[in-house]
């Protein structure tokens, strides 16, 4: 073992009162690099009791480097002493002098220790704490007292040898190796580290802390390997001294990735194989091929021997002499090292020149298209060398005809597999047929293809003449006339027409098989409900009979027109029936007005400062040429409910007084500013604009009439806003008086009569809306009610709720609907069945009523062959029985058996809110007493209503 010491033992003790110091140490001298790992001392307790004790490790600085853990020292003398070991924590130091020694527990008893005369020892007292350790700074020397010391140290391993590599699978490779340890360099830990081509690293895979004192062999599986690399192992040891060198296996591989897109492809009469290289570790590639003389039917068997190998990164191969017409390659990878191949990868099948087939799918192919425009054959290249087409050639006829020596389209050189023809190369009328051959890389062409027919007709047209684009519609419904014309007089087969609305958001669409002849017309009427004032396009498209459609054709229109007046519905209750009244009211379309003035007076130039509101006339005078006199009448109409109607006409009439005055002419000005008839003077008078309206010769009679249309006209459309009331002014200077009014004559009012446009439709009839407890709304009758009418519903809900509204529907057709109205009812003890027409025909039934309700649903059995008991299947639909059992008053059982036996629907209704279609079987009368039958019947739902 590598010791090394500072004394062999010696011979004599002269301690001089060594044992009163607490540190004691001698020199010893480290060859080489190393790691220490074990103190040595000799020494005993000094006479009686114990002394604990720490070995120590000093540089020659006397710094303290190391220590060991406490030991007991035995009892002794300077004859009698003991060696010590103790292991330190390894210390790595370099080559030179250190100090070992030993302290002790300064409270403790002294120690002896061996010295010699040969060297020299060190002591120290040290007042430190146990089991602290200073420094030997400040040491006493004892010359030719030296302390027995030493130390064991090993040096860093030696590196493995024999080591290598060997295959297992691609997965697993297994690393072997010798270890070269001894106990002077042990093996303390050893290394195993990887590289590979792909990440060019190394990387540590595998670790054994085993302590190894001695040769040996050792070994490791490497599970963690992948196909498609090659990798290279080092190994090495490590104890406190170091690291060995690393010892190197030799490369290793795994089986290379099998290459990807293999193609042949035809170059002349050679074939290139290419591949995509997706190995890291090939040596090279080797092709194999077989070949066909059938289209692949048939194929001959792999030649791996023809075509060499290629080396490392070679990623083509060209076959200069292929077998057969038809030929296929394999390509794979292959690695030498350990013999390694990938999978072979297959090309696709690469066809030599030869002729192609006929063409197929030649369009058109009884079809038809119009002869003026330029019309594309197109047509199908059916290669069987794979190569596109080169050349083509079309020859037609008009069929019953020949074709001409030479084809229309002789050779032409093109890819594409289509030909368009200018228009007018065809003549309208005629049925023509035709063929195609094409020509691939192979000199000959194919042959001619089956032959395809067209018929060439002129387009028909389809002119949309209601609705037009310059009126406004006036139906909610749209009824959509064209004219059909075709040039050969085809006649129409079918039309496509569209309805948009204004964001050309299709609405509705008709495509009908609809037969017109030319110079005819056609109609189509669209199911949507047009809105009114809306903007929609409709567009038209229609079909000959040959097939041909028109180009297509619009019309954009907007809607106008009136809905009805909203009807107004009130409700009644029969108890008697458990019905209920509807009365619908449609109020009447009203357009004629009349509006008696509000105010009404005049003023008078010659008394400027009088007001004549009271004096019962009104007086009209222009004498400016005789005098000053200026008479106006002043009248003010309320026209604020106009605003926004279109005005027809508006007369102003009023009555006179006393006999005309021949001569006066006057005119209609209106107010602009306020005024009140209680206080107005000539003097205070209100603004006058200066338009005449109506200004005209007065004619006798008993009134006077104005046109004031247009005045009404621009109050309504808001051209005027400032508008107080009218004045009438004589525009005559003759010196006439005409007296209008006399507020003693009833009913001779200054009035306005003013006629309005409809606002409204008439309502041509009714339709009656019921919902029941909230369920879905539905018809209570499909007969039209008139208007102004009163309904009965003889089937309401008499335990329940039951809601209303009328729809007003007009001739255009257009609606309007009422507001609703419900009517909660609750009949307490009632049962009704209902029939007849509209279930006008009911039996109440009273007295002591005794129901049991089931709930099940509809059950079919099927027989199955093979099975021994049939199959029971459960429908959807869920049947809901009552057995039913009542009074029928003696008056009530005719009535009642005339439902029975009735040939229509029967409806059952009672106070719990039950109301459905119902079937009444296995129904009797037995007779209770003389007023009334004892009534039993099983019913059945038919269906549910009200969504109960």
């Not at 669209?526 to 409709?538: D, G, I, M, P, R």
């Not at 005027?720 to 010196?735: K, P, R, S």
């Amino acid at each position: 073992m590598p010791w090394v010491t500072s004394n062999s033992g010696g011979s004599g003790y002269a301690w001089s009162g060594l044992n009163t110091y607490n540190q004691h140490a001698a020199k010893i001298t480290l060859p080489s690099s190393c790691a220490v790992i074990t103190l040595r001392v000799v020494a005993a307790g000094y006479n009686t009791g114990t002394v604990n004790a720490r070995c120590a490790l000093w540089n020659v600085g006397g710094s303290a480097l190391a220590q060991s853990s406490t030991f007991s020292m035995a009892d002794g003398s300077e004859s009698t002493q003991y060696t010590y070991e103790r292991s330190i924590t390894p210390e790595v130091l370099s080559s030179g002098d250190y100090w070992v020694g030993l302290y002790r527990d300064p409270s403790e008893s002294h120690i002896f220790q061996t010295t010699s005369g040969s060297g020299d020892g060190y002591r120290k007292t040290n007042t430190s704490g146990f089991p602290s350790i200073s420094t030997m700074s400040g040491y006493n020397t004892d010359s030719n007292d030296e302390p027995t010391v030493g130390a064991f140290y090993i040096v860093a391993p030696s590196a493995p040898n024999s080591q290598s590599v060997s295959r297992n699978s691609d997965t697993s490779q297994t690393v072997s190796w010798n270890r070269t340890a001894s106990s002077d360099d042990p093996y303390y830990t050893q290394y195993v580290e990887r590289w590979d081509n792909v990440t060019g690293s190394w990387y540590v895979i595998y670790t054994n802390t085993s302590d190894y004192t001695s040769t040996g062999s050792n070994s490791y599986t490497d599970t963690t390997t992948v196909a498609n690399r090659y990798y290279r192992y080092r190994i090495r040891a490590w104890n406190n001294a170091g690291y060995s060198s690393y010892a190197y296996t030799d490369y290793i591989n795994t089986t290379p990735a099998a290459p990807s897109n293999v193609v042949g492809t035809r170059s002349g009469s050679s074939i290139i194989i290419t591949w995509t290289d997706n190995s890291t570790n090939e040596d090279g590639f080797q092709i194999a091929r077989r070949g066909s003389n059938d289209g692949g039917d048939t194929w001959s068997s792999w030649d791996y021997a023809t075509l060499s190998d290629v080396g490392i990164g070679v990623t083509t191969k060209t076959d200069t002499s292929p077998s057969h017409s038809t030929m296929q390659y394999a390509v794979r990878a292959k690695e030498t090292a350990q013999t390694l191949y990938s999978s072979y990868v297959w090309s696709n099948e690469v066809v030599v020149l030869s002729a192609p087939d006929a063409p197929t799918g030649l369009s058109p192919d009884g079809g038809v298209f119009e002869a003026s425009e330029a019309k594309e054959f197109l047509w199908n290249h059916n290669p069987t060398d794979n190569t596109d087409q080169t050349q083509f050639s079309l020859q037609y006829k008009v069929s019953g005809g020949s074709y001409p020596g030479t084809p229309q389209v002789d050779e032409e050189v093109q890819t594409e597999e289509s030909y368009e023809f200018a228009g007018s190369t065809f003549t309208n009328g005629n049925t023509y047929v035709y063929q195609v051959k094409t020509w691939g890389e192979y000199a000959t062409g194919s042959d001619w293809s089956d032959e395809a027919t067209f018929k060439c007709v002129t387009r028909p047209v389809g002119t949309i003449t209601d609705p037009s684009a310059v009126a406004n519609y006036n139906y909610s419904e749209l009824t959509v006339e064209w004219t059909y014309t075709q040039a050969e007089s085809e006649d129409q087969k079918t039309y496509l027409c569209n309805l948009y609305d204004s964001g050309d958001s299709l609405l509705e669409s008709k495509q009908v098989n609809s037969v017109v002849t030319s110079g005819s017309s056609g109609t189509c009427t669209f199911t949507t409900a047009l809105e009114n004032e809306t903007n929609y396009k409709v567009t038209l498209q229609v079909q000959e009979d040959n097939g041909l459609w028109s180009t297509e054709t619009e019309v954009e229109f907007t809607t106008e027109f009136l809905q009805p007046t909203k009807p107004s519905i009130s409700l009644a209750l029969n108890e008697d029936s458990g019905s209920i009244d509807i009365t619908i009211t449609n109020p009447e379309v009203v357009t004629e007005y009349q509006q008696d003035s509000t105010q009404d007076t005049y003023i008078d130039n010659d008394n400027s400062t009088t007001n004549y509101n009271d004096n019962g006339q009104l007086q009209l005078e222009d004498d400016t040429t005789g005098g000053t006199t200026i008479k106006r009448i002043l009248l003010d109409f309320d026209l604020s409910s106009f605003i926004g109607k279109t005005i027809v006409d508006a007369q102003l009439t009023l009555f006179r007084k006393t006999a005309l005055t021949p001569g006066i002419n006057s005119a209609v000005n209106y107010i602009t500013t306020s005024w009140d008839e209680t206080t107005v003077t000539h003097g205070t008078a209100p603004t006058l604009d200066g338009t005449d309206y109506d200004d005209h010769t007065h004619a006798a009679g008993d009134s006077e009439s104005w046109d004031v249309t247009d005045l009404v006209t621009d109050v309504a459309d808001e051209t005027i806003t400032d508008y107080e009331g009218m004045a009438i002014v004589a525009t005559t200077t003759d010196g006439s008086t005409d007296e209008f009014y006399d507020s003693t004559i009833t009913d001779n009012e200054p009035a306005l009569l003013i006629e309005i446009a409809p606002e409204n439709a008439d309502t041509d009839h009714n339709l009656l809306y019921r919902s029941v407890n909230g369920g879905d709304w539905e018809l209570v009758t499909s007969e039209e009610i008139p208007p102004n009418t009163t309904v009965t519903d003889y089937i309401p809900n008499i335990g329940g709720n039951n809601n209303y509204y009328a729809q007003a529907v007009s001739d255009t057709p257009s609606t309007n609907n009422s507001y609703e109205s419900d009517l909660d009812v609750e009949m307490v003890g009632m049962f009704f069945i209902n029939g007849g027409n509209g279930f006008e025909d009911y039996v109440r039934l009273v007295g002591d009523i005794s129901i049991s309700e089931a709930i099940n649903r509809s059950e079919t059995i099927k027989q199955f062959a093979g099975r021994t008991y049939p199959v029971k299947y459960q429908g959807n639909s869920k049947v809901q029985q009552l057995s039913f059992s009542a009074d029928c008053p003696i008056t009530k059982y005719d009535d009642l058996v005339d439902i029975l036996e009735s040939i229509g629907d029967i409806f059952y209704r009672d106070w719990r809110g039950r109301w459905f279609y119902a079937l009444l079987s296995g129904s009797k009368f037995d007779k209770k007493d003389n007023l009334a039958y004892q009534f039993s019947t099983n019913i059945t739902r038919l269906n549910n209503n009200n969504g109960s």
